[in-house]
């Protein structure tokens, strides 16, 4: 029973002590990552913060603005060790049921173009690119555009 248990994701609330275990997972998968500011100002700022555990570990976490009827999805990412595993589309699923629990009619959110994984992953769950804007991501060279994608909650 115990090695079932571990085998399925839990999710709990982020807290200011996950900050630094969060931080160094952001800072070996993106080039351009979330500092500690920018998670602790999401804390402090009452959005959605919430991590996902595997056996105590944290694997994943996704960071959701809602208000008024729609979800901003501003951070979604799987720790490089565990990623392509299937753990990308169940946190999404979860973040999904979120904004539906929250009464969101809509999810938004930015990606870089670049970032086929992302663009894959939320394509095959139902998002579409409705808009790009321009130069909105630092990139090694200049500014990179986000492709802004959406997903309708019926
Ligand atoms: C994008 C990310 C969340 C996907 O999570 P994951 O656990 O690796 O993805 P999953 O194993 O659940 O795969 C789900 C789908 O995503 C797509 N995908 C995931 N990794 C991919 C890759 N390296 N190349 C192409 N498609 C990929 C595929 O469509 C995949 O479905 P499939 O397995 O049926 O082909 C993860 O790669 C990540 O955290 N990347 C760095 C941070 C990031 O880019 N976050 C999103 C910013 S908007």
């Given at each position: ?17 996950d ?26 700022a ?7 555990e ?10 959701i ?5 729609e ?14 595993r ?20 809509k ?20 998002f ?27």
């Amino acid at each position: 029973m115990s090695a079932l248990l571990d085998n399925l994701p839990l999710y709990r609330h982020m807290t200011a002590d996950d900050v630094d275990t969060v931080t160094a997972i952001e800072n070996k998968i993106y080039p351009h990552p979330w500092t500690r500011g920018n998670f602790s100002d999401s804390l402090n700022a009452g959005y959605h913060c919430w991590i996902m555990e595997l056996g105590g570990e944290i694997v994943g976490y996704g960071v959701i603005m809602i208000a008024v009827g729609e979800a901003h999805l501003l951070n979604m990412s799987i720790a490089a060790e565990w990623q392509r595993r299937g753990l990308g589309r169940e946190l999404l699923k979860f973040v999904v049921k979120l904004a539906r629990d929250f009464l969101a009619h809509k999810i938004y959110l930015e990606v870089r173009p670049s970032n086929i994984a992302g663009r894959r992953l939320y394509a095959s769950a139902g998002f579409s690119e409705i808009a790009t804007r321009r130069g909105y991501y630092p990139a090694t060279r200049g500014r990179e555009d986000a492709v802004i994608m959406e997903l309708e909650l019926k």
